[in-house]
């Protein structure tokens, strides 16, 4: 058995307590063996973490990894005109080399802030698998459905790839890769195509993720059309399993947040995507309080404009309170349990806390930093003040993938100029 120790750091544990501890992990197993002091220092590799934080790495919840080669490419509008005139188009010039492109900027950057596994629904997912197996992280991967605007067999065709592609990735880098079928939307995905295909996910036992309630325009057209809320009608079309977890979740009323909690569907808030597209604000501690299991997700980086949880975790305590008007809403304690185990429980993944058996996956936060002192709270620090440059260390899977800010399983340079190269002739094309 090959071994690692974490020593010497402020270990957060999953009752968010916080002690002095080290921390055994087996590489092999990618496991946590025990936490404790004198753990015996015949580690065969170890990782200083003095004055510093050792938590769960974050879990990304939802985002569309490769977008980050749209970051900054449109901004300012709401999500229907700013998908359509603008983010659509772009995804349509974009090539299988664009897609790992950004697909690796957005991973390095999540290793940077202490990311390590993620929910993605893009297209091209061969790429980010590629992606995933040579950074080290984890990933739920889903090729996401659009079938409007495109004819019967196209629809049938990208319904199809998306049962294929979770089929054949499962279990794909040395089990870091798990799937889902993904259709886009409640209102981007005809309701023909939900009644074909998502039996067959339910028979190839592939969990379901997609975008719902995000903006009052996508629940209205489905009010109109069928008499039901957008969950209604998603529970009547088989899309609120426990397994199954929702992006967004902005426009919910009692009724769904009802249905939501006694089908323990769980739903992934994005904050900084809310705010920035001005789609509204989550009830996320009515959804708390009603028992639903909640995480946090970046979304894409075109609507953010970051990939940092660190960042999410803020913005959704901010927001949380504001949507609440209470200040006691979405405490740091919520919070810093939805970076965590809220996500990853959400994604069916067993991280997200730091327990002999659990996977040996952490963030470790540099406390030496003038906006983190004093310790008075750290619980406090990670939901209200870290940075994602304060993170000094990155492990998953019993693996270091950064340590002292150097990402050792990508070659950093590299990725930033691929991306800024492909970036420039996706521009130059579109702009043709
Ligand atoms: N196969 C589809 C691709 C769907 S991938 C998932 C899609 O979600 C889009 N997306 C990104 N952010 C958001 C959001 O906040 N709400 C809804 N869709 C988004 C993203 O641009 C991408 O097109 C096709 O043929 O177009
Ligand atoms: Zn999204």
């Known amino acids: 058995m090959t071994t690692l120790e974490i020593t010497g750091g402020e270990v957060l544990r999953p009752d968010t307590t916080v002690e002095r501890a080290d921390v055994l992990v087996d590489q092999d197993a990618g496991t946590i063996l025990e936490i404790g002091s004198d ?28 977008m980050a080669l749209l970051r900054g ?44 596994a993620f929910a993605d629904m893009y297209f091209e997912v061969p790429e980010i698998v590629a992606a995933v197996e040579k950074s080290g992280v984890r990933a739920v991967l889903g090729h996401g ?41 409640l209102t981007t995905v005809d309701s023909t195509y939900l009644e074909e295909f998502v039996p067959k996910a339910r028979d190839a036992g592939v969990p379901v993720h997609y975008h719902a309630n995000e903006t009052e325009d996508e629940v209205a057209p489905i009010v109109d059309e069928h008499g039901v809320r ?36 769980s739903v992934i808030h994005c904050p900084a ?29 075109a609507s953010n404009n970051d990939l940092s949880m660190l960042d999410e975790a803020r913005d959704a305590a901010m927001l949380g309170k504001l949507a609440a008007s209470d200040a006691s809403a979405v405490a740091a304690g919520s919070v810093v349990e939805m970076l965590t185990a809220g996500s990853a429980d959400a994604l069916g993944l067993e991280s997200g806390r730091i327990e002999p058996g659990a996977p040996a996956d952490f ?51 590299r990725v930033i100029e691929r991306a800024r190269e492909r970036a420039a002739a996706l521009s130059d094309r579109l702009e043709e």
């Open 145 to 185: 459905i659009v079938t409007v605007g495109k004819d019967d067999a196209a629809a049938r065709e990208d319904a199809a790839e998306s049962l294929a592609v979770a089929e054949e990735f499962d279990g794909a880098a040395d089990g870091r890769i798990s799937t889902v079928f993904a259709p886009h939307s």
């Open 363 to 413: 963030a470790v936060i540099d406390l030496e930093k003038p906006h983190l002192v004093p310790a008075h709270d750290l619980v406090s620090h990670l939901a209200y003040a870290a940075q994602a440059g304060d993170v000094r260390h990155t492990i998953c899977d019993g693996a270091v993938l950064m340590s002292d800010r150097e990402v050792l399983t990508i070659d950093e340079p």
């Open 73 to 116: 490419y449109a901004d300012d509008k709401p999500l229907e005109a700013w998908l359509r005139e603008d983010i659509w188009p772009a995804e349509g010039a974009m090539t299988p080399e664009d897609i790992r492109a950004g697909a690796e900027l957005g991973i390095l950057e999540m290793i940077k802030g202490g990311t390590t």
């Open 230 to 265: 957008p969950l209604e009608y998603a529970a009547e079309h088989g899309l609120l399993e426990s397994e199954d977890f929702v992006a967004h979740g902005v426009h919910v009323d009692d009724r769904e947040i009802e249905l939501l909690a006694e089908a323990g569907t």
């Open 273 to 301: 995507s809310n705010m920035k597209l001005a789609s509204g604000m989550a009830p996320v501690q009515r959804l708390l309080d009603a028992g639903v299991t909640v995480g946090l997700g970046t979304d894409g980086a």
């Open 39 to 66: 753990l015996g220092g015949t580690a065969d590799e170890t990782l200083d973490a003095t004055d510093s934080l050792v938590t769960p790495g974050f879990v990304n919840g939802h985002t569309h990894v490769a």
